[in-house]
């Protein structure tokens, strides 16, 4: 069974600062999808960005970028130039939809809360 | 205006009372979910729907049952509310894979306490 493994319950970051969240997933597929989200105090759910994992070429959004290595099952997510709204819970997701069984698995880590300090 | 709503937005009832969740989306998305948010559990996925005629248990069905009214519309029902049932709960939509960058679009989330 898919498992989607973040260590970190709580982090913080000074304003302007980089900060790297980290996440592990187990898996005996090939082919897949890894995402994070961001779940800000308005408790809605945004996306922050993807990464298939049949590309090698780590994924990047802005100041969002990601170290993907499928050898060793990790997505880490780097924020870079952290802001103030950049605080609120972080939650790393692997995705596969197995077209010819209909299987479809989508699941979430625990959560990482970030909090940029001013 | 939002693309996945929820309705209500918080709710408190008493154990036993039947309880229903509803979403509505207009993004024209097949594919519709709910989860529920526990503190240091995560997004768990109750149910899921790829089309109307489509319905499948997700990780943690018992206690929960869904209606797919319409390609729009998939509501969550509680026949008999538990304390344990306590959660945020939430609805997403999808299109279809390889789409939208497989993204999964979020609702604002209903707070549910069961007393």
Redesign the interface.
């Known amino acids: 069974a898919q498992t ?1 493994t ?1 260590s970190q ?1 709580e982090m913080s970051v000074q304003e302007a600062e980089t900060v790297t969240l980290s996440c592990t997933y187990d898996t005996s597929e090939n082919n897949y ?1 890894l ?1 994070w989200y961001k779940q800000p105090p ?4 945004i ?1 922050v960005i ?1 990464q298939e994992a049949y590309k090698q070429q780590n994924a990047t959004e802005n100041r969002f970028s990601v170290n993907f290595q499928k050898a060793a099952k990790s997505f880490s997510l780097k924020i870079s130039d952290s802001q103030l709204g950049d605080t609120a819970m972080y ?1 790393c997701a692997f ?1 596969k ?1 197995a ?1 010819t069984s209909g299987t ?1 698995k ?6 990482t809360r970030l909090k940029v300090l001013a | 205006d939002a693309d996945v709503t929820q309705t209500p937005r918080n709710r408190i009832t008493k154990t036993g009372k039947r309880i229903m969740l509803e979403c509505s989306q207009t993004k024209g998305h097949d594919r519709m ?1 709910w ?1 529920r948010q526990d503190p ?6 109750i149910y ?1 729907s ?1 089309d109307v005629k489509d319905i ?1 248990k997700g990780e943690i069905s018992d206690g929960y049952s869904v209606s797919r009214q319409a390609q729009a519309k998939f509501s969550l029902s509680l026949e008999s509310a538990i304390p344990n049932q306590t959660a ?1 709960y ?1 609805c ?1 939509t999808s299109d279809l ?1 390889g789409r939208a ?4 679009f ?1 609702g ?2 209903t707070r549910l306490t069961v007393l």
């Open positions: 989607v973040q319950p999808y995402f308005s408790r809605q759910m996306l993807r939650f995705m939809h077209t479809y989508y699941i979430f880590g625990t959560g | 979910y989860y240091g559990l995560g997004l768990r996925l899921y790829f499948n945020l939430f997403a894979p960058r497989n993204e999964q979020f604002p989330g």
